[in-house]
């Protein structure tokens, strides 16, 4: 059975550390997203990336960074960690340019800033 | 232009009920329509999907109309039965883009037994 495997499924951090989230998908599919989950505002894309070294900005990428240094992992970094974001972390990957194949997700990470 | 917006919010449904959850997008260019089911606990997975060249598609319970004019699509499940509890989401790309999806909030079913 194809897998998006998120490292952490719950993490708690302190504000201004440095959190990194890590994806790792079996499937090797091109396209890979994070997305973070707020009740009443749906999924939001952070980054996506279409290729190994490649990264785009999706709608909300302020304060994160993500990093694709091989095509299977994608990990998406928090320079400096703030209580507002606080929220559930999404991991996705798709085929490339094949969206009607549909997204494959992770569980998520549900991380905590105090 | 690039949103989606989904409504309600939340919906409770008796069981045998039909349960009705409906999508609009701004953004012509969109032409792929899927819909995500997500249990708690767990990431969404793909439960139905459309593309704007015809007005339904049907998959066992799950069924989607889809309003070209309107801009408009929707998932109805028929015979809603508690295992249908769970937030769905709709979603809209443009397909031979990158693939990149924009999600609706969400709407959360219970499905009273």
């Known amino acids: 059975d194809v897998k998006v495997t998120q490292s952490s499924r719950y993490l708690v951090k302190r504000t201004g550390e440095k959190v990194f989230l890590e994806c790792v998908q079996d499937?090797?599919?091109?396209?890979m997203f994070w997305y973070r989950q707020d009740p009443g505002l749906g999924l939001r894309l952070i980054y996506f990336s279409y290729d190994v070294k490649m990264k785009e900005k999706g709608d909300i990428p302020e304060g994160y960074s993500v990093s694709r240094e091989k095509k299977e992992r994608f990990s998406l970094i928090l320079e400096s960690a703030s209580t507002n974001q606080t929220s559930m972390y999404l991991c996705?990957?798709?085929?490339?340019?094949?969206?009607?194949?549909?997204?494959?997700f992770g569980s998520g990470t549900r991380l905590t800033v105090v | 232009q690039q949103q989606v917006k989904q409504s309600p919010q939340s919906l409770i449904v008796q069981k045998g009920g039909i349960s009705i959850i409906n999508c609009a997008y701004e953004n012509t260019a969109f032409d792929y329509f899927p819909w995500y089911q997500q249990f708690p606990g767990k990431g969404p997975a793909l439960l139905i999907a459309i593309r704007p060249d015809v007005s339904e598609k049907k998959e066992g319970r799950f069924t989607i109309s889809f309003n070209k004019s309107a801009k408009q699509f929707s998932l109805h499940i028929m015979d809603s039965q508690p295992g249908d509890s769970a937030t769905y989401f709709c979603?809209?790309?443009?397909?031979?883009?990158?693939?990149?999806?924009?999600f609706g909030q969400g709407t959360t079913l219970q499905v009273k037994p």
């Open positions: 996705a990957s798709s085929l490339w340019a094949r969206a009607n194949y549909g997204y494959t």
């Open positions: 979603a809209a790309s443009i397909a031979s883009n990158t693939g990149k999806l924009i």
């Open positions: 499937m090797d599919h091109e396209n």
